[in-house]
């Protein structure tokens, strides 16, 4: 995500074929689809430099069906070691009266529509060892993230808005990942205590192939706190790929029918995940790191893979949008987004 995200695909590029950056190939069909998911449909961008943005843009954002953002990035071992939201580097991320402002503004936006705001931790350039110390102490990080939360959402007098945490777990060390699993049902037991799953969505990140050798078992071990679970977290964020692909093989990555080609995903585990609790991600209209966006990784032919998402209930994210920029970003990646609500349905 930003040199960021980009980076992060950097990453799943270098693991070579398509086959290495499958998204997970999970199950579809009735018994994919049993287990409830969210019941808002999601669809939001990575709103970065939000600092600068300040929300003029949201018309148009509301316009291209989008009903959440994710606000990156925020440095989660703050939040455990002061109980602060403190941007992490350079990221833009609003705090303060200016994150109360956006969050006003946002809920103005919506109206009396459903949506979200989420608080995004982490990023692809987070030091590792954040993760660690965020997680040594995951009740009183739950605690305080909820106390953060509640607050924003009192101060902005949200109605229609959810606001939440979104975890961006990218290259993560495994003894620093490791933590976060073992720990990552305390946070969301302590996180829930303060705010509940119904006013307080969270969102976990990851990269592809989490099941394989690529990705260590930790990754797969925070499944079991899946959104089936009674404090489980909400939405499975997938994250886009490094190469062109059409939308017949992005179905695939995200779980379409052709489950096992790229070695699938358990079906003990794909049912802790339901489809219509996971937010594949494309690229939106920029990304953020001085060369313009990643337009030509959109996926080609997408019909079947609109098709499929939309029958399923699915959700989407876009990394990402630009506030300082013309369409944030770019006309072409803009197009894209309409194309989306168009044919997936988003209000």
Do not use: H
Not at 273 to 282: C, Q, T, Y
Request: glycine share 12%; hydrophobic share 40%; net charge negative.
């Amino acid at each position: 995500m930003m040199n960021i995200k980009t980076l992060a695909m950097g990453v799943l590029a270098a693991v070579g074929t398509a086959d290495a950056r499958s998204l997970r190939g999970l199950q579809t069909g009735p018994e994919a689809t049993a287990a409830k998911g969210p019941a808002t449909n999601i669809n939001t961008v990575y709103y970065m430099r939000s600092d600068e943005g300040k929300g003029e843009d949201f018309a148009e954002l509301r316009s291209l069906g989008v009903n959440s953002l994710n606000i990156p990035f925020y440095n989660p071992a703050e939040i455990t070691s002061t109980g602060e939201l403190a941007p992490w580097k350079d990221s833009g991320a609003s705090t303060g009266d200016d994150l109360v402002n956006l969050a006003k503004a946002w809920q103005s936006a919506l109206g009396s529509e459903p949506g979200q705001l989420m608080l995004s931790l982490g990023g692809v350039t987070l030091d590792s060892e954040l993760w660690g110390a965020a997680f040594k102490d995951p009740s009183k990080l739950g605690t305080e993230a909820a106390k953060i939360v509640k607050d924003l959402q009192q101060k902005a007098s949200t109605t229609s808005l959810k606001i939440g945490i979104d975890f961006d777990l990218e290259d993560v060390e495994d003894i620093d990942g490791q933590a976060v699993a073992d720990g990552m049902g305390g946070f969301l037991k302590a996180f829930r205590a303060g705010c509940s799953r119904s006013e307080c969505p969270v969102q976990v990140d990851v990269l592809s192939l989490f099941w394989k050798d690529f990705n260590p078992e930790w990754q797969r071990q925070l499944m079991d706190n899946g959104p089936t679970t009674t404090d489980g977290f909400d939405y499975l964020g997938l994250m886009v790929g490094a190469e062109p692909a059409s939308g017949e093989e992005y179905m695939n990555y995200w779980g379409g029918n052709d489950a096992g080609k790229f070695g699938a995903f358990p079906k003990d585990l794909a049912a802790k995940i339901p489809l219509s609790s996971r937010m594949p991600n494309f690229w939106g209209t920029s990304a953020m790191d001085g060369k313009g966006a990643q337009l030509e990784n959109f996926p080609t032919s997408p019909g079947s893979l609109y098709t499929w998402l939309k029958s399923n209930n699915m959700n989407v994210a876009w990394w990402v949008w630009n506030p300082t920029e013309k369409d944030g970003g770019s006309a072409e990646g803009k197009e894209n987004m309409e194309a989306v609500k168009a044919a997936v349905g988003f209000n």
